[in-house]
T-cell receptor
Framework: NAGVTQTPKFQVLKTGQSMTLQCAQD?????MSWYRQDPGMGLRLIHY???????DQGEVPNGYNVSRSTTEDFPLRLLSAAPSQTSVYFC?????????????FGPGTRLTVT | AQSVTQPDIHITVSEGASLELRCNYS??????LFWYVQSPGQGLQLLLK??????LVQGIKGFEAEFKRSQSSFNLRKPSVHWSDAAEYFC?????????FGAGTTVTVRA
C-alpha cells in the first residue's frame, strides 16, 4: 500500500494563478480531508469528504474548492491564489465505518504564493 | 465545539532525561484523542491514540499517554529522550469527521 500520496511536493504560484493539489489513497477509506499548516496554528481543516460525491466545508474553506468523484481521489483547487494561501497542505484519510478513527496523512505539499 | 490546548510552545530537554508534554482538550462527549509527531519537513506520524478503556496508552517509540477525564487532559510522556525525538508534537481530538489540533509543542534535545 502506498497509503496517502500527494503531488506536487513543492509549488510556487503567482498571485491570481490557479492550481490543483492532488491527493490519492489506496486504503479504501471513505473519509478524506484537507488541512493547512501554518506556524503556531497547528493544522486547520479546509474541506472534508465522507464519501464519493459528498463534501463539506471545514474551518478555513474560503478560496478553496474540492470534489470527490471517486473513493480514491480528493483534489484541492485554488481558484485564484493569494499570498495568504502560502502554507503547507496535508491530505488525510480515515474510515470510521471500518473502525479506523485515526487519520493517515500524506507527506504534504509546500505552496508559496508570490 | 471541540478544541485542544498545548500550553508549552517549546520545551528543551537533555538526552536521557524524561519528557512530558501537556495537552488539555474541550469536548462534549467521550473524546477520541491522539498524539502525532512531525519531524522537520516531514508529514505527521501517529504516536498513539485513546478511544476508551485503559486510561494509560502505549505508543510507538517508547511514548505513553494518560487520559484523565477529571482534568480534561491527555499528557504525553517518555521516560528517556533520545536525540531523534527532537520534533514537533501535536495533540488532537476527533469527532466523527473532524480532527482538531493543538498549536503544537516543539521539542529540542540537547546533548
Amino acid at each position: 500500500n502506498a497509503g496517502v500520496t500527494q503531488t506536487p511536493k513543492f509549488q510556487v504560484l503567482k498571485t491570481g494563478q490557479s492550481m490543483t493539489l492532488q491527493c490519492a489513497q489506496d486504503m479504501n477509506h471513505e473519509y478524506m480531508s484537507w488541512y493547512r499548516q501554518d506556524p503556531g496554528m497547528g493544522l486547520r481543516l479546509i474541506h472534508y469528504s465522507v464519501g464519493a460525491g459528498i463534501t463539506d466545508q471545514g474551518e478555513v474553506p474560503n478560496g478553496y474548492n474540492v470534489s470527490r468523484s471517486t473513493t480514491e481521489d480528493f483534489p484541492l483547487r485554488l481558484l485564484s491564489a493569494a499570498p495568504s494561501q502560502t502554507s503547507v497542505y496535508f491530505c488525510a484519510s480515515w474510515a470510521p465505518g471500518q473502525g479506523i478513527y485515526e487519520q493517515y496523512f500524506g507527506p504534504g505539499t509546500r505552496l508559496t504564493v508570490t | 465545539a471541540q478544541s485542544v490546548t498545548q500550553p508549552d510552545i517549546h520545551i528543551t530537554v537533555s538526552e536521557g532525561a524524561s519528557l512530558e508534554l501537556r495537552c488539555n482538550y474541550s469536548y462534549g462527549a467521550t473524546p477520541y484523542l491522539f498524539w502525532y509527531v512531525q519531524s522537520p519537513g516531514q508529514g505527521l506520524q501517529l504516536l498513539l491514540k485513546y478511544f476508551s478503556g485503559d486510561t494509560l496508552v502505549q505508543g510507538i517509540k517508547g511514548f505513553e499517554a494518560e487520559f484523565k477525564r477529571s482534568q480534561s487532559s491527555f499528557n504525553l510522556r517518555k521516560p528517556s529522550v533520545h536525540w531523534s525525538d527532537a520534533a514537533e508534537y501535536f495533540c488532537a481530538v476527533s469527532n466523527d469527521y473532524k480532527l482538531s489540533f493543538g498549536a503544537g509543542t516543539t521539542v529540542t534535545v540537547r546533548a
